[in-house]
């Protein structure tokens, strides 16, 4: 098997268990908490989670040969916790498939995409796909931070640990 594909794969299963953690650490906070303004780039955790999921729709839509959604980056899709937990697991069981299903060909490719604010670029498939993934774990660092500062016990997100506890 072609190593990329055996490594997206491993970051797919990663970025689902790496957010089983962190959500099961979200759910500790009452919805007040999770929404605090925490002075942070999204400004709060639920916030940050959504951003989150904004940014995995868009790169799945255009993996999968859609068009991404023109909502800002920090729209609220969903402003229920529960809410936001369920369509979470079904957007990482979606990665995970398409993870799956990866191709040589597909990563010998490039994409062509327009981004929120309507610039055009083309890049290689493999580095977005990476881009996929650090994009999470950026993310996901910041609400680790967050949960932190407000006193919450914080799960161990480093990958040799998640993937191979």
């Known amino acids: ?13 990663y970025n689902r268990l790496a957010n089983e953690r962190l959500y ?10 999770r929404k605090k303004n925490r002075q942070a780039f999204f400004k709060s955790i639920h916030a940050t989670l959504n ?3 904004v940014g995995d729709r868009n790169w799945m839509n255009r993996f999968e040969g859609g068009v991404a ?3 800002p980056l920090d729209t609220i899709l969903y402003d229920d916790f529960e809410e936001l937990r369920a369509a979470r697991v079904r957007e990482d069981d979606r990665i995970e498939r398409f993870a799956a299903g990866l191709s040589d060909q597909f990563l ?27 994009h999470e774990t950026h993310h ?14 914080t799960p161990v997100l480093d990958l040799p640990w998640v993937v191979a506890p």
């Open 1 to 13: 098997m072609n190593p990329l594909i055996a490594h997206f794969r491993m970051m797919a299963r």
């Open 24 to 33: 099961d650490c979200c759910a500790r906070l009452s919805d007040a908490e």
């Open 51 to 53: 951003h989150i999921m």
């Open 69 to 71: 959604s023109s909502a």
């Open 108 to 134: 010998d490719g490039e994409l062509a995409y327009v981004t929120n604010d309507g610039k055009s670029y083309r890049n290689p498939t493999p580095m977005l796909l990476a881009h996929l993934f650090n």
């Open 140 to 153: 996901r660092g910041q609400v680790h931070d967050m949960l932190s500062r407000a006193g919450i016990a």
